[in-house]
């Protein structure tokens, strides 16, 4: 869409919205997986914030912060709550990214639900 503008048109486009969402900010071990979202086209970037985890993944991260709370996690647990708590991070911060970039784009995101 950008290159049926005329310059004018993009330079006052980009400063009315500023610039695109930086993911430069976050975590180290998000970066990559982040900046590849500034690549993907409009349609991919809808998926990702349209997608949710399964309902087996939530409830088995909901199960370990449970057991986690009452201080009954294995020492396997315990890597198996760093790595769905690290995966959910991820999935909340593409989601969150893909819908910064789709705004930034011109278009309207709605606000995320709660589950």
Request: charge should be negative; proline fraction near 6%.
């Amino acid at each position: 869409r950008a290159a049926a503008r005329t310059f004018p048109a993009i330079v006052v486009r980009a400063v009315r919205a500023g610039s695109p969402p930086d993911w430069s900010q976050a975590p180290a071990a998000f970066q990559a997986d982040l900046a590849a979202l500034d690549r993907l086209d409009d349609d991919a970037l809808w998926r990702i914030v349209r997608s949710q985890r399964s309902e087996a993944d939530a409830a088995r991260l909901q199960e370990l912060l449970e057991k986690n709370a009452d201080d009954a996690l294995t020492a396997g647990e315990h890597l198996e709550l760093d790595a769905q708590v690290a995966e959910a991070d991820r999935f909340m911060l593409c989601k969150a990214h893909a819908a910064g970039l789709l705004q930034w784009r011109g278009h309207a995101v709605p606000p995320f639900e709660r589950p």
